[in-house]
């Protein structure tokens, strides 16, 4: 079965069960303060987890586009993968755990009819937070998964969180037999040696995890998430997702390119070239923070490989072509941003060709310094400064070394790169947290602030200026607008003055449901429309905005105090950046 097959019988069986199918967010979470990427199905229901109440019922399911890249220098192996799509079904304090599992039992056994004897089940152990979760030990055993293929595991396997706060509980995960020896005696799904694969996981989340302690939320939800290129990969019987459609067409044509032959070098190519088209139609430009610097080391990862192959740079292109014949399909959006996914990638990889050569230069340098010293070996600090100035990859440096009769400390590199790595680790997970954090005042009158300027730029600049990006803290807005030009004081100032006008005037903020298309008719701004279900919410503010959105919004306008702007810069080519802050009398 091919992956869009899976994706669409998923969706139809959901369908069928009284889900409504809501669209797959953007990678690139809008409008949600400090998320890298969307990482999970549930990450942009968190609101909904919460309690919110969803226009589109207590019912939800849908495929989910998602980034994660915490483990990035594992691509290559047989597993890893940045871009994957999620699976995913949600009850919002709709069913629980009996309807749950009996749905994935026979979508799994029915629908893509696994023989039960290679299914094995997870439940959690119980602890002092939350008791043994026998009961879905029970169902499984009452749908047909023997007793011996139910395994209990502590919260390390059985409980699911996004980073160190929220919406969270115990979860059943299935996993598939892959009919590989056992590694050992007490082989099991919670062992490494990949005789057993993770395939589903149901997480009965009906705890609130804050700093301290765990408290109830007042609904029960359910979260699942299913990886699509793990269950193609396994129920077409091959041994990693590069040997499915999904990867086939550019690993072939990798094949023939090559002058050097590297499996992983391969894979890595093919994933991140998936991966940075996926980040970039949903408007992820390279550059050297966050986001941005992800993708660039995607990008440049990619090409790094190319290089190892030995294949020439002027090849991109038609990788690129492939890659948008081959998952068009699925993803439409690749076709419709194809030239821009072109022109961000070959220009990134210009820059970085340009990069590589500078390195070069910077490592001849390095080499006298060494040469004066009459040291045999190159110090990690150097690989890693070369590698963290000026992006020159330490297999390079490596290699050069050796041409010149060197050796590299790789140790001290090593350990100098695992502490970044860490570093970044731990950036992520703050922001994935900052994601999570409940809405302030302050982030509220923020948000109001973004539907206000985003109105004032189209007096302003013109009617064409639109929303790209925005960045909320209880400090401060980022709001990124597409816009040719550096806006001139002048500009700046009569958007500073439109908006404060408009709080002035004490605009009420009104919300009403309504369904996409009658929005969209009425002149309704929205950034992604593909991203909106059919039941949309639409704030107005008196009748100077009107904006899809989530909310939450101020009621009236009188509440945000005094707008400034405190710069105004590029974001990325044709992109323009306003920071600015709110000013509130204190009484
Ligand atoms: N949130 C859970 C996961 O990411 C289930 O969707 O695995």
Known sequence: MKAIEIRNKYLNYFKKQGHQIIPSAPLIPEDDPSVLFTTAGMQPLVPYLLGQKHPEGTRLADYQKCVRTNDIDEVGDNRHLTYFEMLGNWSLGDYFKEESIKMSFEFLTKELEIPIEK??????????????????????????????????????????????????????????????????????????????????????????????????????????????????????????????????????????????????????????????????????????????????????????????????????????????????????????????IKNVLLEEKDKFVKTLTHGEREFEKEIKKIQETKESKIPGEVVFRLYDTYGFPPEVTKELAQENGYEVELKEFKELFKKHQEKSREGSMQKFKGGLAEQTQETICYHTATHLLNAALKQVIGKDAHQKGSNITVDRMRFDFNCDHKLTPEEKQQIENLVNQWIQEGLEVTKQEMKKEEAIATGAECMFIEKYPDIVTVYSIGNISKELCGGPHVKNTKELGTFKIKKEESSSSGIRRIKAILLKEEN
């Open 119 to 340: 299914l094995s089940v997870t439940c959690f152990e119980g602890d002092k937070d939350c008791p043994k979760d026998t009961i879905s030990a029970e169902i499984w055993k009452r749908v047909g998964i023997p007793e011996n293929r139910i395994y209990f595991y502590g919260k390390e396997d059985n409980w699911w969180i996004a980073g160190e706060e929220g919406p969270c509980g115990p979860d059943t995960e299935m996993f598939y037999d892959t009919g590989k020896e056992p590694c050992c005696s007490t082989c099991q799904p919670s062992c490494d040696c990949g005789k057993y694969v993770e395939i589903w996981n149901n997480v009965f989340m009906e705890y609130f995890k804050d700093k301290k302690e765990y408290t109830k939320l007042d609904k029960k939800n359910v979260d699942t998430g299913l990886g699509l290129e793990r269950m193609t990969m396994l129920l077409q019987g091959k041994e990693t997702p590069f040997d499915t459609e999904i990867f086939k067409p550019v690993m072939e044509k990798l094949e023939t390119l090559q002058k050097l032959d590297s499996i992983e070098s391969r894979r890595i190519v093919a994933e991140h070239l998936r991966s940075s088209m996926m980040i970039i139609a949903d408007g992820g430009r390279p550059g050297n923070l966050d986001r941005g610097y992800i993708l660039r080391r995607l990008i440049r990862r990619m090409i790094r490989h190319l290089n190892k192959l030995q294949i020439d740079l002027e090849q991109l292109a038609d990788l690129i072509e492939i890659n948008i014949q081959n998952l068009k399909e699925m993803y439409p959006e690749l076709e419709k941003n194809k030239e821009n």
